[in-house]
């Protein structure tokens, strides 16, 4: 199955020979394909004359002279072609009585790009020019360097390109980022660039590189969200939960990064025995859930304290149960949802005890 990248450069290669297989000699075409990919090389005269006992070479002579192909009368030859193509280039036999000379180059590579010449020897010599650009276009890679509440450093590679692209950092609009100057360095044809930009908290907080190789008509990118650093916020607590001695208290710490620690502590600091945390995260963001069970204090005051230690940050709420909701309600249990944070807690304690003393009366 190909990718949606692939078959673009199928489909434009394809538009192109099928415009220009077919011309006159000193005409010039261009062929782009995907590295990787089959380059058919077109040579053909639109009058069709038959080729099959007649001469043709295949020569590419830019930016380096090299045996490509030769076809003499029936016989196609392999002697003084160049290593670099042997094994990986052949001709059309059953397209020959139609005058297609084209030749294909198999695996095509990067360093295959370049002038081409078609030289057909009928009555006397015709000569063809054929432009191959063989394009890399891997996507770019995406690193974040550095984080913090409300800034990231990011990084973003493009590695082994061909043509040189270039490559910009986007915001979710497409908006273009201001970045610092690209690191270039190549090796034969390939490029290797790298561009740094600093982004601040969005909307989206998403960002986007782009590579662009205007040459070939290719345009590839990547995206990222960045999870910046989120303080938590104030707990959300409440009263969950109320059976004969005993209150279940419920907190909820939601959107935090990085993860905090959630716990139910008592009055003086202690910390109490919790179920399991229900966590669940999105795009770098946790909610997490603590339950506990409380029985009775001198101060009946307890705390849901949420420790992020990455960002040094400690947030807390407490609730304070009032002295009837531990009376026993003769095994009736009374369950409630019932969540606040500040002094909106006090309010629906109260609303909740007048609850509990109805059900149990």
Same mark, same amino acid.
């Given at each position: 199955?190909? &990718? %949606?990248?692939?078959?673009?450069?199928?489909?434009?290669?394809?538009?192109?020979?099928?415009?220009?297989?077919?011309?006159?000699?000193?005409?010039?075409?261009?062929?782009?394909?995907?590295?990787?990919?089959?380059?058919?090389?077109?040579?053909?005269?639109?009058?069709? $004359?038959?080729t099959e006992q007649k001469l043709f070479n295949w020569k590419k002579v830019d930016p380096n002279k090299q045996e490509v192909f030769r076809y003499d009368g029936?016989? !196609?030859?392999?002697?003084?072609?160049?290593? =670099?193509?042997?094994?990986?280039?052949? !001709?059309?036999?059953?397209?020959?009585?139609?005058?297609?000379?084209?030749?294909?180059?198999?695996?095509?590579?990067?360093?295959?790009?370049?002038?081409?010449?078609?030289?057909?020897?009928?009555?006397?010599?015709?000569?063809?020019?054929?432009?191959?650009?063989?394009?890399?276009?891997? #996507?770019?890679?995406? +690193?974040?360097? #550095?984080?913090? $509440?409300?800034?990231?450093?990011?990084?973003?590679?493009?590695?082994?390109?061909?043509?040189?692209?270039?490559?910009?950092?986007?915001?979710?609009?497409?908006?273009?980022?201001?970045?610092?100057?690209?690191?270039? &360095? +190549?090796?034969?044809?390939?490029?290797?660039?790298?561009?740094?930009?600093?982004?601040? *908290?969005?909307?989206?907080?998403?960002? =986007?590189?782009?590579?662009?190789?205007?040459?070939?008509?290719?345009?590839?990118? @990547?995206?990222?969200?960045?999870?910046?650093?989120?303080?938590?916020? #104030?707990?959300?607590?409440?009263?969950?939960?109320?059976?004969?001695?005993?209150?279940?208290? *419920?907190?909820?710490?939601?959107? %935090?990064?990085?993860?905090? *620690?959630?716990?139910?502590?008592?009055?003086?600091?202690?910390?109490?025995?919790?179920?399991?945390?229900?966590? &669940?995260?999105?795009?770098?963001?946790? @909610?997490?859930?603590?339950?506990?069970?409380?029985?009775?204090?001198?101060?009946?005051?307890?705390?849901?304290?949420?420790?992020?230690?990455?960002? &040094?940050?400690?947030?807390?709420?407490?609730?304070?149960?009032?002295?009837?909701?531990?009376?026993?309600?003769?095994?009736?249990?009374?369950?409630?949802?019932?969540?606040?944070?500040g002094f909106s807690v006090t309010v629906f304690a109260s609303l909740l005890l007048f609850s509990a003393c109805i059900k149990c009366c």
């Amino acid at each position: 199955m190909l &990718s %949606a990248p692939e078959c673009l450069w199928l489909c434009l290669a394809a538009l192109i020979l099928s415009a220009s297989a077919e011309g006159e000699p000193g005409s010039r075409i261009k062929v782009v394909v995907l590295e990787g990919s089959d380059a058919v090389l077109p040579c053909s005269l639109s009058t069709k $004359e038959k080729t099959e006992q007649k001469l043709f070479n295949w020569k590419k002579v830019d930016p380096n002279k090299q045996e490509v192909f030769r076809y003499d009368g029936g016989n !196609h030859y392999n002697d003084g072609q160049d290593e =670099h193509f042997r094994g990986r280039v052949s !001709h059309f036999p059953l397209e020959l009585q139609s005058g297609n000379a084209s030749i294909i180059i198999k695996n095509t590579l990067v360093p295959d790009s370049g002038n081409y010449t078609c030289d057909l020897f009928l009555q006397k010599k015709q000569a063809f020019s054929i432009e191959l650009v063989v394009g890399a276009a891997p #996507k770019p890679l995406i +690193h974040v360097l #550095k984080i913090t $509440e409300d800034e990231a450093r990011l990084k973003c590679e493009v590695r082994g390109a061909f043509p040189k692209p270039k490559v910009e950092w986007r915001d979710g609009d497409g908006n273009i980022l201001p970045a610092e100057e690209p690191q270039v &360095s +190549h090796t034969g044809e390939r490029y290797n660039i790298t561009l740094l930009t600093t982004v601040t *908290r969005t909307n989206s907080s998403l960002f =986007h590189c782009v590579a662009t190789q205007e040459e070939i008509g290719h345009v590839t990118e @990547d995206k990222l969200y960045v999870a910046f650093s989120g303080a938590a916020l #104030k707990p959300f607590v409440g009263i969950l939960n109320i059976t004969e001695y005993r209150v279940q208290l *419920r907190c909820e710490v939601r959107g %935090a990064s990085p993860k905090p *620690r959630v716990e139910w502590r008592d009055s003086h600091g202690n910390i109490l025995p919790a179920e399991q945390p229900q966590v &669940s995260h999105r795009d770098g963001r946790y @909610d997490i859930t603590l339950l506990t069970t409380v029985t009775r204090t001198n101060t009946n005051i307890f705390h849901c304290v949420a420790t992020q230690e990455e960002i &040094s940050h400690v947030t807390e709420e407490e609730i304070h149960v009032p002295d009837q909701l531990f009376e026993s309600c003769d095994g009736v249990g009374v369950i409630v949802s019932v969540f606040a944070s500040g002094f909106s807690v006090t309010v629906f304690a109260s609303l909740l005890l007048f609850s509990a003393c109805i059900k149990c009366c």
